[in-house]
Each structure stands twice: as structure tokens, then as C-alpha cells.
């Protein structure tokens, strides 16, 4: 069965400064990775995915099968990225569900 | 936001009773699930449809059902709450593609509180 770590469970930096938030997984096949974002009092929002390698508000993540990671990285964090964020790993030939890692809560103090 | 209400948004009940929430989408998407997120877990699969009448369990299904007599509507169910189902409760959506993962859609949540 796969299985998704997020190891911290909260990020404080500073506005300006770099953050990184790591996650895990383990999985015996290819796996397709995401970040979803969730925001104070608002719904769960995919943020990126590994197969479009886009960045979004700043954030880029790369897959490391090696290392089996899929680290979300912003270079300059804002006030306006606290949120909860979660990884999540999709397994398409199971009716796409996702497995979560336990999210990690980002505050951006100023 | 993508076309998904879920109703209660808040519910608090007391242990023993039973307790339906419903989600209901706009998007026609085939697949529908229900997640509870908890601190530390984040978010867990409890059951999932891939079609009318058609639903499968997931990773914490025990002491919940759930059904789906049309497209629009997934329910789930608690036939007997306890205070270990209080949680956020979370419906998303999916529409597969030939082509690459598609990507899950989330309602706005239930808050369920067991006293």
C-alpha cells in the first residue's frame, strides 16, 4: 500500500525568507504526486502537480524517484502563503484515490 | 469553486444516533468521494464512487456507509455515531480522462461534532 510523509508539522519563517516544506512517499509503482493548499476557511485547492512542472504563486516541486521525495520549495515565502498544505499521491488505476501525507501548517510572520 | 455543496456545514450530534451528510455537484464528474481530515492524518479516504450505484471502500470506512442513486448526489452515512467520527468531512469530485491523473475537486466541508 503506498503511504505519504509530510515530517513537519509546522513551518514558521520569515517574510522574504526561503522555505521548504518535504514530503515522502512510498509507492511500488509510478506514482503521480500533488500539493494541495487550504487556506483559512476556505476549501482544499489543488496547488501543483508533478506531471505539469509548472510553478505556481512562486512554488515549484520537483519528483525525486531516487529518493522517492516530492519537496515544495518557494524562494521568497509571503504573508499570504500561511496555509495548511498537504502531498498527496494518486494511484490512477484505483479509481484515482489519493493517499494524504498529515499536512504541514506554513506561517509567514512579518 | 467547483459546482459542490455539501450540507449540514455543521452538525453536532449525540453518540448513538445516526447522522447522513450529503454532497451534491453541478459538474457531472463520475467520481465522487468522502475524506475526513484530522489533525496529524491529514486527509483519509473513507468510500468512493466511480458511477451510479457503484461505490468501494477506503482506507477507514468502518461505521460509515454511503450511496449514490444519481450523479449529482454522494451520501454518506454514520449508522450509529460515536465521538471518534467527530471530524471535518470533505466531498471532492473527478472526471477521468484518457490521458493523464484528473484532478480531485473539494466541497467547502461538514464540521460534525459527537457529544
Known amino acids: 500500500a503506498q503511504r505519504v510523509t509530510q515530517p513537519e508539522k509546522l513551518l514558521s519563517v520569515f517574510k522574504g525568507a526561503p522555505v521548504e516544506l518535504k514530503c515522502n512517499y512510498s509507492?511500488?509503482?509510478?506514482?503521480?504526486l500533488f500539493w494541495y493548499v487550504q487556506y483559512s476557511r476556505q476549501r482544499l485547492q489543488l496547488l501543483l502537480r508533478h506531471i505539469s512542472r509548472e510553478s505556481i504563486k512562486g512554488f515549484t516541486a520537483d519528483l525525486n524517484k531516487g529518493e522517492t521525495s516530492f519537496h515544495l520549495k518557494k524562494p521568497f515565502a509571503q504573508e499570504e502563503d500561511s496555509a495548511m498544505y498537504y502531498c498527496a499521491l494518486a494511484v490512477k488505476a484505483a479509481g484515482n484515490k489519493l493517499t494524504f501525507g498529515g499536512g504541514t501548517r506554513v506561517l509567514v510572520k512579518p | 469553486d467547483a459546482g459542490i455543496t455539501q450540507s449540514p456545514r455543521h452538525k453536532v450530534t449525540e453518540t448513538g444516533t445516526p447522522v447522513t451528510l450529503r454532497c451534491h455537484q453541478t459538474e457531472n464528474h463520475r467520481y465522487m468521494y468522502w475524506y475526513r481530515q484530522d489533525p496529524g492524518h491529514g486527509l483519509r479516504l473513507i468510500h468512493y464512487s466511480y458511477g451510479v450505484k457503484d461505490t468501494d471502500k477506503g482506507e477507514v470506512s468502518d461505521g460509515y456507509s454511503v450511496s449514490r442513486s444519481k450523479t449529482e448526489d454522494f451520501l454518506l452515512t454514520l449508522e450509529s455515531a460515536t465521538s471518534s467520527q467527530t471530524s471535518v468531512y470533505f466531498c471532492?469530485?473527478?472526471?477521468?480522462?484518457?490521458?493523464?491523473?484528473?484532478?480531485?475537486?473539494f466541497g467547502p466541508g461538514t464540521r460534525l461534532t459527537v457529544t
Open positions: 509507492y511500488s509503482g509510478s506514482p503521480e
Open positions: 471532492a469530485i473527478s472526471e477521468p480522462s484518457t490521458s493523464a491523473t484528473y484532478e480531485q475537486y
